[in-house]
């Protein structure tokens, strides 16, 4: 009797552990970095380090808080994965209560492992680039508060721009208080069936928070996966913990026959540019002028009734009185 309930409970515990198994299944081991970081040797298997990045036990450390510095990482094998969600856990923080910046970028691109300035890495970029923006570089008054997180698919010809935060070349984006959290920051980069999707877990509950969902958006395979990071007149730590990219197995999808491999990077969908002053509403304006007249012209309407109904009296008043 005992022995068949120890039985029935270590076939149990299997079960969960053989479901946690085949859940991780879906990572693919050759686009994730986790701990412990080093294959043998010093060289992480798959992922090339440049710049300023230093690797310690617990840590990628892209920039430290100095001026002036710029590191990334990138993942040498393409990704051939055509449904994907690549999850970041990462640290920014540093002295500055103020003042603090760059930031820095999680990207899809053709052009990887080549140093540059949109935040250590190149512009006119092929490819997605999900850019955590800590810093505003633009004066005038903007429509939204920093860090700030957004999205740009580019097919080599536009051009990242600084003094506007990148705004006049978003696809969308959200606020995002990530600095100087002491509980985990993570973020998710999904790509499913055209659709893009960042989502967020900056309040440790464990759960996914929508930052933006773009539809719409080709992505070639064949890319590779990095990180970088820079420092400039200000400064933070950008730190790494940990890479994830899943599979996203979609077996009642009809395109997955469809070679994506030469494919040129679009959006279909942009967000205006940000510095436009919002509209006075005129529709709403001439909907109170129209109620007013209607109200007007009922009011002269039952004057009218009335003053004829009166006169109508008066001329029946006389000629009764004409009879008498
Ligand atoms: C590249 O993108 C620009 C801007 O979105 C667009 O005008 C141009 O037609 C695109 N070129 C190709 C080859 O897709
Ligand atoms: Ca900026």
């Given amino acids: 009797m005992f022995v068949k309930e120890l039985i029935f409970i270590s076939t149990v515990l299997l079960y969960v552990t053989n479901a946690e198994w085949n859940t991780k299944d879906f990572m693919k081991r050759e686009h994730s970095l986790i701990k412990p970081y080093y294959g043998t040797g010093i060289d992480i298997p798959f992922w090339q380090f440049r710049g300023t990045t230093i690797i310690t036990p617990n840590y990628i450390r892209l920039t430290d808080d100095t001026q002036s510095k710029r590191g990334a990482i990138w993942n040498t094998a ?27 970028v999680i990207w899809y691109t053709k052009d990887y492992m080549i140093d540059g300035p949109v935040f250590g890495s190149k512009d006119y970029f092929h490819g997605l680039a999900v850019f955590l923006d800590t810093y505003s570089n633009h004066n005038g008054p903007h429509n939204h508060q920093h860090p700030y997180i957004s999205g740009m698919v580019n097919n080599g010809t536009l051009s990242y721009d600084h003094d506007r935060d990148g705004t006049h070349t978003q696809l969308a984006g959200c606020e995002a208080k990530i600095r100087n959290l002491d509980h985990d920051t993570h973020i998710s980069i999904k790509y499913e069936k055209d659709v893009l999707t960042v989502s967020t877990d900056f309040e440790k509950k464990a759960a996914w928070k929508q930052c933006f969902q773009v539809k719409g958006v080709r992505l070639p395979t064949g890319y590779h996966i990095g ?36 494919i040129v990077p679009s959006a279909v969908f942009f967000e205006p540019p940000r510095d436009h002053v919002d509209d006075p509403k005129p529709s709403s304006l001439s909907g109170i002028k129209i109620f007013l007249l209607m109200l007007l012209g009922s009011v002269a309407i039952v004057a009218c009734i009335v003053m004829g109904i009166m006169f109508y009296q008066k001329q029946q008043e006389k000629s009764r009185k004409r009879f008498y």
């Fill in 78 to 104: 393409p990704v051939n994965v055509k449904n994907w969600d690549l999850q970041v856990h990462f640290k920014v923080h540093g002295k500055g209560k103020d003042l603090f910046g760059d930031g820095m």
């Fill in 227 to 262: 990180i970088s990071a820079s420092t400039g007149e200000l400064s933070d730590n950008h730190d790494i913990m940990s890479v994830r990219l899943f599979e996203l197995d979609l077996p009642d999808d009809p395109e997955t026959d469809e070679d994506r491999s030469k």
